[in-house]
């Protein structure tokens, strides 16, 4: 079965420093894998996607993330975190398999300092 | 474009009582349609799945029950509300089972 681990629950960084949120899939497939954000109180919102082809994807909000096969890992990253990135980030894993749902990991609260 | 709703935001129940949450979408034709729930401080838990009218899988055996009585709506319901209920209650649709999920807004339920 598939799973997808985000160790870090919690994350506190500094205004303007970089930020790295792991996320670790387990599967023998090639993986559709996404990230999320749920800021307080609201529904999540999908900040980039992975399918195919080009390993490093961009996403919205200053957002990229990178598919490492060989690590079954796809780690999001933003070089320089605003106040307004505190939220918590979910990753999730889905294949190419007809009734096949996506798996949600557990989340990551980042917290920003001033 | 498509757009999916969720009502009422928010929800404060006794304990025992009824309780019917309702998610529309819109701009699209048979979604796959999913109800979870989170608990304060927790992740992401499934309850119910559809891939078509009348058809609901369940994730979890519980008190609460789903049910899909046109395309494009889906509906979370409860005969007797219990204090574990509590939760933060998201609706969200996908075109493929494997495909990207959108997320509605969600009920916050406090159940007292």
């Known amino acids: 079965a598939q799973s997808v681990t985000q160790p870090d629950i919690h994350i506190t960084v500094s205004e303007g420093a970089s930020l790295e949120l792991r996320c670790n899939y387990s599967?023998?497939?090639?993986?559709?894998l996404f990230w999320y954000v749920q800021s307080p109180g609201q529904g999540l919102q999908l900040l980039l996607k992975?399918?195919?082809?080009?390993?490093l994807v961009q996403g919205i909000k200053g957002f990229e993330a990178e598919f490492k096969r060989s690590q079954s890992s796809f780690n999001l990253r933003k070089p320089s975190v605003h106040w307004s990135d505190a939220a918590e980030y979910f990753c999730?894993?889905?294949?190419?398999?007809?009734?096949?749902?996506?798996?949600f990991g557990g989340g990551t609260r980042l917290m920003v300092k001033p | 474009s498509q757009t999916i709703h969720q009502w009422p935001a928010t929800l404060v129940q006794p304990v025992g009582s009824p309780l019917s949450l309702e998610c529309t979408v819109e701009?699209?034709?048979?979604?796959?349609l999913y109800w979870y729930r989170q608990a304060a401080g927790r992740g992401l838990q499934l309850l119910f799945y559809?891939?078509?009218?009348?058809?609901i899988s369940s994730e979890v055996p519980q008190n609460l029950s789903a049910s899909r009585p046109q395309d494009r709506q889906f509906i979370l319901s409860s005969k007797k509300l219990l204090l574990s209920d509590s939760g933060f209650y998201l609706c969200?649709?996908?075109?493929?089972?494997?495909?990207?999920?959108?997320f509605g807004p969600g009920t916050r339920l406090t159940v007292l």
């Open positions: 969200a649709w996908s075109v493929l089972a494997s495909d990207t999920q959108y």
């Open positions: 599967y023998g497939a090639t993986p559709y």
């Open positions: 992975y399918f195919s082809g080009d390993t």
């Open positions: 999730a894993v889905g294949y190419n398999n007809a009734g096949n749902m996506l798996t």
């Open positions: 701009g699209t034709s048979n979604p796959n």
């Open positions: 559809s891939v078509g009218i009348g058809q």
